[in-house]
């Protein structure tokens, strides 16, 4: 049941702490991040061409002073022509350097966008059905007294171990083991210590019983079959599993790292993460999250240009942090959401191996179709190779 519980929290780790309407939140909020960066993308074409064309004019001027001034032998026209030509030099300085400062600008708005946007991110609400439905059924598959008749049998074997468990010691542990993990009948998983104490006990009971019982004897080695069968899926099931609980300290290292990125980029903005609960984190209205975005991206620019005033010298500085934080935040989380995509995955291959087999391939094959849902919803809600691809090319050099 824990390891159970490891790929159920980990999956709900992806869920959001507060409730939210369903309608759509993962595609809307895709939608708005993407068309504030695609503003923001556009606004930095639009000013590095007009810099562009300005350089280029400012270039021509150079060229032209030059000749003059090689062609002049006036002194005086000389002179004035020099200064000229140090202004210009002067104006493409400037000009290069405002082109920098719009760069840093447009990649720190970037940045904050995608880091904002994170939160709905990490924790999209619409996985919840979907996990709840497939772990749900994936518990009730390793548990035996889910099958047929294994309920009746259990209650006489039960019997059996309570009447015996005096005259023979390995019943005894049997016994013992059973009452610190919780009667079989209350759903205890076949799977650690209790696995082949529980063997033991079942074919002590088998090779107890007479030549009268035939019935009984035929049904007690059928629900031990089972009872191996299922033993044996538990253990398949949770090799995939014991993969969930390292995935899930890894979700936790993110959320701490994601809130530490959060709160530092907001004390450099100046900005309440109060306030960004409420008219982001909590706001279901689409529009007011998309004008706080853009409300965002304005501070963002104003900070900046501010940095750059107030530290000439190293005013790049503390941005370039900012903007390598969030990239490899953005990397670790697409690295996570790969892994779990591949975990799920691996659920494939359990179900194909048991789904054919008499006893449990009917209820093994019922998973396929839960399976099929979590995917689809994984996969519409993550494409860690598209999210890893992004991190990377999410900034504009210059």
């Known amino acids: 049941m824990k390891r159970i519980v490891f790929g159920w929290v980990c999956l709900m780790m992806l869920t ?20 504030v960066l695609q503003d923001i993308q556009e606004n930095l074409n639009q000013k590095t061409l007009a810099l562009d064309s ?3 004019q400012l270039d021509e001027k150079v060229n032209y002073l030059d ?59 619409i996985l919840f059905n979907s996990t709840k439905n497939f772990f749900g059924a994936l518990s009730e598959t390793a548990n035996p007294t889910s099958y047929p008749g294994y309920k009746k049998w259990y209650k006489k074997f039960y019997g059996f171990v309570q009447k015996e468990k005096d005259k023979d010691a390995r019943l005894s542990v049997l016994n013992n083991l059973l009452s610190l993990t919780g ?5 205890t998983p076949l799977s650690g210590p209790i696995t082949e104490s529980f063997f033991s006990g079942i074919s002590i009971f088998i090779n107890s019983l007479g030549r009268s019982e035939k019935e009984l004897r035929a049904e007690s080695e059928k629900m031990f079959l089972l009872t191996v069968k299922i033993s044996q899926f538990t253990h398949d099931k949770d ?15 993110l ?19 109060s306030e960004f609960e409420y008219n982001f984190s909590r706001e279901s209205d689409a529009k007011k999250r998309y004008d706080y975005l853009t409300s965002l991206k304005q501070k963002v620019a104003e900070e900046v240009a501010k940095q750059k005033q107030d530290n000439p010298n190293e005013w790049k500085e503390k941005i370039y942090y900012q903007l390598m934080d969030v990239q490899a ?8 959401t790969f892994k779990i995509s591949e975990n799920i995955s691996r659920y494939t291959e359990l179900i194909a191996k048991y789904k054919n087999d008499q006893q ?18 994984f996969d519409r809600a993550f494409d860690p190779a598209e999210y890893i691809n992004s991190a990377t090319r999410m900034y504009k050099v210059d």
């Open 16 to 35: 959001q702490a507060i409730a939210q309407p369903e309608t759509s939140i993962n595609a809307t909020d895709k939608y708005l991040k993407e068309q």
């Open 54 to 56: 300005t350089i280029t």
């Open 67 to 125: 000749n003059s001034i090689k062609a002049t032998k006036n002194a005086s026209v000389k002179v004035d022509k020099l200064l000229e030509r140090v202004k210009a030099l002067e104006e493409i300085q400037a000009t290069i350097e405002q082109n920098e400062l719009n760069v840093y600008q447009a990649n720190y708005q970037s940045a904050m966008i995608n880091l904002v946007s994170m939160e709905r991110e990490i924790k999209p609400l």
């Open 183 to 187: 009667n079989l009948a209350n759903g």
């Open 239 to 253: 090799m995939i599993e014991d993969e969930w609980a390292s995935i899930t300290t890894e979700l936790e290292a």
């Open 255 to 273: 959320q701490k790292y994601y809130d530490e990125i959060l709160q530092r980029n907001f004390e450099l903005l100046g900005l309440s993460k």
């Open 329 to 336: 935040l953005k990397l670790r989380f697409g690295n996570i």
């Open 360 to 377: 449990i391939g009917s209820k093994v094959a019922t998973l396929e179709s839960k399976l099929v849902d979590l995917k689809n919803t």
